[in-house]
Nanobody, 126 residues
């Protein structure tokens, strides 16, 4: 069983920064690839960033490249999303997701992930 708990969301002005964290309760954290998705009202859930089990490979959606960074801490069993230069269009509920995966490929479709957190709201004001 995998439990994921996100934190760090909030209200920020455009151009500001936020750091989201996802704490994973899992027996072997290094067996899991991790990802962040987001969902804005009336829109489908979309991929934001992903990181492989080892942390050696990351992949970011084009819309956030150059602004967001994803990382993981195996000792703390945590994955983080550093978000800089935030824009109003980044406003959404952000979800952490996990899948048991020992490949070096980052999956970007929601059905690829079996475990999800409850989400944390990020609101960027203009």
């Amino acid at each position: 069983q995998v439990q994921l708990v996100e934190s760090g969301g909030g209200l920020v002005q455009a151009g500001g920064s936020l750091r989201l964290s996802c704490a994973a309760s899992v027996r072997i954290f290094s067996n899991y690839a991790m990802a962040w998705f987001r969902q804005a009202p009336g829109k489908e859930r979309e991929f934001v960033a992903g990181i492989t089990w080892s942390g050696s490979t990351t992949y970011l959606a084009d819309s956030v490249k150059g602004r967001f960074t994803v990382s993981r801490d195996h000792a703390k069993t945590m994955v983080s999303l550093q978000m800089n230069s935030l824009k109003p269009e980044d406003t959404a509920v952000y979800y952490c997701a996990a899948r048991a995966d020992l490949t070096q490929r980052v999956r970007i479709q929601p059905p690829d992930y079996a475990y999800w957190g409850q989400g944390t709201q990020v609101t960027v004001s203009s």
